[in-house]
């Protein structure tokens, strides 16, 4: 008898593991995609000033001070983002804008993952799969896509994570116990991540306040007081150590009305042009908060599900003041790094609708009413969501693509020719900073263009006479993807007038300063008659062939073990064709990162079958749970 009882428990454990194991690998692999799709390797804005000149170029000097970690980036102390910065260069020796990136995909995965566990325990188990859907669409669909190609916002993830800890472990778990502490030590890590890092010690001080106010505070325990401290503590030092910047005094809302209209534009995400849909998105958390206040809990009742909950929307909400107020004089609505933090709030939304649903009485009326009213809000908000992505794909990715490109074509064509006229009179976004005096100062620093990235450096010097094609007139026209190798040379094979095969072979000087050496290749999508080698101390390795789906330009990389290195391109029969550009050093960890963009697809569809067996796996814990006593 109690191993029938116990068969669906480790049903839905086995369920509740699948399924969270589907979150990580479904969201990893659409973030690696849109990495692989849209990123590039070229510094975009900050990191030039905020990586480069504050902490590399420091490093590489040997002046870099534990403080100069600690001095403000705007209005923050990006002291974790300089950690992983610092990090990832010293373990690859290149400094490497998309390994960052890909970093913040897997950061991004396991963060959104190890939330969408703690939501799974807020809700019941029959409305556990809402809760993974909405993860699996918050996180895989592109709405934060700034956050996932830009390698310097790390911080938004850092904020994520860390902020969510430090408000389920200070607001929720009993002062100094396991939990408490770590919710401590994950607030003074989410001040580390950006300036609103301090917000949720302000969440969790209001709901104690909200808790002990109808007492008049006089049922305070020693159980609150060191809650109490911490956070007066945290606020203070935050307050005392703000950073202003004079300069963003007009990206600030003017007037209160700017900023009523840029917080309702925040709150209304997806339907930012509809601030007045703001109400209407926060009222199943407006409910719940409600429903908290009528039930007049008291000071020292256990916090449970419906306190995390609130806790998590309020942060949000203060999050999106303090962009109102930051941001509110554009009048264009949040930006797209802002909506990772924004989505947040729809799912502590969705938690709170069906906290609310499961408290009507199953089978009565009022729960039926609630479930269609649910279902349209639910459905409103997909709509929404998918339309804001639709939108993203469509116009701000690809535009962003285009320009980051352009200005890695016109960075790298400076490194090679060190002609200061190609940068000195171009303002962004034609470069990747708007200050090019600063760009031009720190691409003379030595030390700093040894560990450029790959798609900037100096190629390998060519070590044999070999034709070298010009761009124009000579690749196919299906190769659409001209900008990848603009300012790169290139060389291509194809079979001479007669029909003949053609070996190309060019020998290239490899100094052997980083393990591993790439390039970009593309050739007509047939792969009998096609190959790319590359020869070193005597063996050939096949590091390329063309298929249907890479007919265009393509980076590759493999381990340069020589210092003398050949490439051979092969070709036989008909028109086909394969070209390859100059090949470039590249660093260890840069060369797995570019292996795990490739593998996107087979992450996703391991991730979609985990989450049909774990959809699989709840009907039978569904019936248990539906059987009579």
């Not at 709150?267 to 009222?283: E, G, Q």
């Not at 409600?290 to 916090?303: A, E, G, I, Y």
């Not at 980076?555 to 008909?574: D, K, P, V, Y």
């Amino acid at each position: 008898m109690k191993s029938d009882e116990a068969r669906p428990a480790r049903w839905a454990r086995v369920g509740s593991i699948a399924g969270l194991t589907a979150v990580f690998l479904i969201i990893l692999g659409a973030r690696l995609w849109l990495v692989d799709r849209y990123g590039s390797a070229v510094p975009y804005l900050d990191q030039w000033n905020g990586e480069a000149e504050m902490v590399l170029v420091p490093w590489l000097n040997g002046t870099l001070r534990p403080a100069d970690l600690l001095i403000p980036h705007n209005e923050h102390r990006l002291l974790l983002s300089r950690l992983e910065t610092l990090a990832l260069f010293v373990a690859n020796r290149q400094w490497d804008p998309q390994l960052e990136a890909v970093c913040n995909a897997i950061f991004q995965a396991a963060s959104l993952t190890f939330l969408a566990g703690i939501c799974l325990r807020l809700v019941s188990p029959r409305t556990s799969p809402i809760v993974l859907g909405c993860f699996i669409l918050m996180g895989a669909l592109p709405i934060g896509w700034e956050n996932t190609l830009v390698g310097f916002q790390s911080q938004v993830y850092f904020l994520l994570l860390f902020s969510m800890v430090a408000l389920l472990g200070l607001g929720t778990c009993t002062a100094l116990t396991v939990g408490w502490w770590a919710g401590l030590a994950a607030g003074v890590l989410a001040c580390f991540a950006q300036a609103s890092g301090f917000f949720a010690m302000v969440c969790v001080l209001g709901f104690l306040i909200f808790q002990l106010a109808p007492a008049r505070f006089q049922l305070i325990d020693r159980a609150s007081l060191p809650t109490i401290f911490v956070c007066v503590a945290f606020i203070a030092i935050a307050f005392l150590t703000r950073t202003e910047v004079p300069g963003h005094a007009v990206l600030r809302a003017q007037s209160l009305a700017s900023f009523v209209v840029a917080l309702g534009q925040c709150l209304a995400w997806p339907w930012v042009d509809r601030p007045w849909l703001a109400a209407l998105i926060y009222l199943p958390w407006i409910g719940l908060l409600c429903r908290s206040v009528s039930r007049n809990n008291s000071p020292t009742s256990k916090p449970g599900p419906d306190h995390a909950v609130l806790l998590v929307g309020a942060w949000v909400i203060l999050q999106a003041a303090a962009m109102a107020w930051a941001r509110g004089g554009l009048g264009t609505g949040p930006a797209s790094r802002y909506t990772d933090v924004l989505a947040l709030g729809l799912i502590a939304n969705v938690c709170a609708l069906l906290r609310w649903i499961e408290s009507r009485e199953r089978r009565s009326l009022s729960r039926w009413i609630a479930t269609a009213l649910a279902v349209v809000w639910l459905g409103s908000l997909f709509v929404g969501v998918v339309a804001d992505s639709r939108d993203n794909l469509s116009g701000s990715i690809p535009a962003f693509r285009d320009m980051v490109k352009s200005q890695e074509s016109l960075v790298r064509d400076y490194v090679r020719k060190g002609d200061a006229a190609l940068l000195r009179e171009k303002s962004f976004p034609e470069i990747p900073y708007p200050d090019p005096a600063l760009i031009l100062r720190l691409l003379e620093i030595v030390v700093l263009r040894e560990i450029l990235p790959a798609s900037l450096r100096v190629p390998l010097p060519c070590a044999s006479l070999a034709r070298s094609a010009a761009l124009e007139g000579e690749l196919p026209p299906q190769v659409d993807k001209w900008i990848e190798i603009a300012a790169r040379d290139f060389w291509i094979a194809r079979p001479n007038v007669s029909g003949n095969a053609q070996n190309l072979e060019v020998a290239f000087e490899n100094p052997g300063r980083l393990p591993f050496v790439a390039c970009l290749a593309a050739g007509s999508p047939d792969s009998r008659h096609t190959r790319l080698e590359a020869i070193q101390t005597g063996s050939a390795a096949l590091v390329f062939h063309a298929t249907a789906q890479h007919a265009s330009w393509r980076n590759i990389s493999f381990a340069g073990t020589a210092n003398h290195l050949q490439m051979r391109a092969s070709t036989s029969g008909g028109n086909h064709w394969i070209a390859f550009t100059q090949p470039v050093e590249l660093g260890r960890l840069s060369h797995w990162s570019n292996v795990l963009r490739r593998k996107w697809r087979p992450l996703m569809i391991t991730g979609t079958a985990l989450l049909a067996a774990a959809f699989l796996l709840k009907f039978p814990v569904r019936r248990h749970l539906d059987s009579p006593a």
